[in-house]
């Protein structure tokens, strides 16, 4: 018999924008709070009746007791529906779904790569485990997230930004090679979420180097729990799906 | 007041008329964390093919209004696996069983049929999918030729003694008449509707939202095309229909229900509502106490045509 999966309605505690780029989603539920792993994911249905239609899949952010943080990007029109909900406002909401990120990884210095919506489930990981890097990529300044919310995060956190505009200049991989030159590579564990272009450029590096990880890696996806077969991922073991099988992946079990 | 949900069809006996539309409730239990499975009135497979389907590339599936776009094309690990690794998950739940099936020819259809024919502790009818919009073989396009149609459920009908019923969709022609003429091959009865072809496009990039240029419209947009589909078939044939197509909640249940649908196939909503299914089974039993209408059929087939109340016919 499977476990009882949660299906339930919250109350939205506080919906607002926190930089040029997120808004932070805040909700109590003592279910969707229970045993949540970082990589894990929500899936949100933003209304009831038919607009938006299908639910949208959100990975946590943070989870303090029963408090559970999302933090989004308006992406379409499902993103854009939600960021103007309001305080009180109900949400039904499936979860925790998913693999998650691992949280062992031996003597290894854990080194996570974000980017996009890949920011709040890395910085989830490097709260609730020892971290030695947390490399976060962006557009520009805009985008860097107030220091407050990073307090918890115990690793070195290093921008790259595109425009130059805070930390380093140019794309989060080359700041990505700059470290592990510095150090034996074999020493890291890189584990990265963000746009496809820059995991895939992310694991391309590993792969140079030799250094093992994990990427959360995600398709479009409708049900969320591995009915729809939407969200299918190559694998070394054939197509595997994102929704259960995933999203977190090791590196060399991709394609 | 008790009410009897009890639905019959042939020789088969179901403890109500809710099941899930094939390709939307998983392989096995995928819902079963959150839907009792044994409370369903039946279970409809993915499409089950002889050979393995990798299916197509990414994306597949799109949101459009109310409703989705998908072009998996029969993604399954083919016919020898799912007797391997499904069937005896099946046997042990206890719920009738109606398995989708597709064939790339009139012998793939064959195979499939003979092969669960040995099954009929498990398998309680097959659910002859014509109208998948997905695959070069064996979908739609194959199928818009009307003679492979028939020689499909002709080749299912030989060999086996189980329930059949057709999948058709308006993608294949009229409706009407391509069931009127799978009866006549005789299949027992029909499974109404599939997929919708439609397209949904970016705009930045002018191409696709999906991988192909089109995919299956399913959902609530197309309940309406889906529920005429069904009164109509009903109405010209009065054999057992599975209806599908945007069933959603308990009014579109009552909604088949009245235009004579004998199973309501719960489909895009599993993805939306996980515990759709249980929640129109409440509520269609709520609506007969309510009326107080303790017996299904009483409900089943009773919409009251525009003619007979004298407001013009349609066809």
Known sequence: MPKKMCDEVVSILENRKVNGKYYKLTFQSTLLSQKVQPGQFLQIRINQGNDPFLRRPFSYYRVIGKRVELLYEILGRGTDVLSKKKKNDELQIMGPLGKGFCKTIGKKKRLLVAGGVGVPPLVFLAERYSTDYLLIGTKSKLEVLPKHELKKVKAEILY??????YGSKGMVTAL???IIMHEDPRGFFIQTCGPKRMMEAVMALAGKYGIEGESSWDET?????????????????GLQRACVDGPVFKFKDLV | MKVDLTTTIKNLKFRNPVTVASGTYGTTDEYAGYVEPKKLGAIITKTITVKP??????????????GMLNAIGLQNKGLEDFLKNKIPYFQ???????VSIAGESVSEFSKLAETFDRLKDVVKALEVNLSCPNVETGGVNFMKKQERILDAVKAVRDKTSLVTFAKISPELGDVIEIAGKVIEQGMDGI????????????IHTRSSRLAKDFGGLSGPAIKPVALRYVYQVKKEYNVPVIASGGICDTRDALEFLMVGADLLAVGTANFVIPAATVDILKGIEAFMKKEKIQDLGKLRGSYKPACERGEGCSR
């Open chain 2, 191 to 202: 499974s109404l509707i599939n997929t919708l072809r439609g397209m949904a496009i970016n």
């Open chain 1, 176 to 178: 990505l090679e700059k």
């Open chain 2, 92 to 98: 042990k739940l206890k719920v009738p069983l109606i």
């Open chain 2, 53 to 66: 389907r990798a299916g197509n590339p990414m994306p597949r599936i799109c949101e459009t209004s109310a």
């Open chain 1, 221 to 237: 996806m409708a049900c969320g729990v591995g009915a729809c077969l939407g969200c299918m991922v190559q694998t070394k073991e």
């Open chain 1, 160 to 165: 790259a930004t595109e425009d130059g505009s």
